[in-house]
Every structure is written in structure tokens, then in C-alpha cells.
């Protein structure tokens, strides 16, 4: 089960992450409570050993966004909301499509990337909201393309939540959060369960 702990803003959250055993961390420039400049990134990215992907969450950049990136910071994967720029970037890509909590598929055809990334569309933005998808509609796509779920996800239910929906991998940004910030014991707990039942 490949995990991600996404919106790192601080050493210690980053340092709780790869010592729990996440596969990724995510930092992330778009608006958001949760937005990071390109030098706080790479700060933090310097304490993320090889062995784990930097993240870095986007919403439909321009190519020189991503070179911007590339060149201020270490850099292996882009999560992308909204449009892809044109040309080639050189990075994974985890494309980002948003669900109701009604047992609904999203409209058209699904988005090209390398990896699919569902999350919870709400009236105040785009993900990190702590609500859940529709487990259903995301286990449809699940089983269609190489799916890493998020939304309303933490330590007490991302066990069931991925018997049923049965992923590629999660992703959490607010479900190991403490009074606004990270806390290393909910990310370890997180970690712990989703790892556990991926097995």
C-alpha cells in the first residue's frame, strides 16, 4: 500500500512521515491553509531521504511553474488538479479527479496520468476537508485504473476504508492533524493501519 502524508509544513512533520515508513510526502503551492513557498519546500525536502517521493501538489500550472519548481527544489512527482501544462515535464504524475459523497462517476473520460488521485470536491475548495468520496463510486474507478484515494481519511478508518475500496495507495493531509498541525502520533497511527491493510 503505497502512503502519502500530504501538506508538510514543518521538519517535524516531515520527519514523522519518513519515520513512519510513508512512501510520500506532499508539499503543497496551491491555495490552500496548507500552502508552502518554493524555499519553505525545499527546506523541508532536504530531510526527505531518496527513498521517498517529494510531492508537489499543483492546480493546472504553467510549464514555467514547473520549471520554477524543478529548479528551486528536489522534486519527483507532480499532483495536478485541473490542467496539465503543455510540453514535457520529466516528472510522475498524480492526476487529481474530485467525487461527491453520492455514488457518482466523475463525467468524460478519466484523466491521463500515471497514477489517479480521487479526493472530496466541497464548497470551500478542493481537498483537504476531511470529507470522505463516495466509497463505491471510488472502488469503480479503483479497479479501473491505478487509484491512490483521499478525503475524510485517518487512523481510525482508513483500514476499512481501504477493504472496501481496495486502492493503490491513500493519501492524508488533515486526517493526522492536531489543533491545525501535524502530529507525529497520528501520522505514525495512520501509517501503521493504512501498511497493515494493504497487506
Known sequence: ????????????????????GADAVGFIFAESRRRVTVEEASRLAALVPSSVAVVGVVRSPRLADVRELQAGMRIDMLQVSGR???????????????????DRLPSGRLPRGDLLHVDRRHAGGYGGSGLGVHQGAARRIAALRRTVLAGGLNPDNVAGVIAVVRPYG????????RDGSQDPERILQFVRQAKGAGR
Open 84 to 102: 496539465l501544462p503543455a510540453g514535457r515535464i520529466g516528472l510522475g504524475i498524480l492526476r487529481t479527479v474530485y467525487l461527491g459523497p453520492e
Open 170 to 177: 491513500v493519501d492524508v493531509a488533515s486526517g493526522v492533524e
Open 1 to 20: 500500500m503505497w502512503v502519502k502524508v500530504c501538506g508538510c509544513r514543518t521538519p517535524e512533520g516531515v520527519e514523522a512521515a519518513v519515520a513512519a
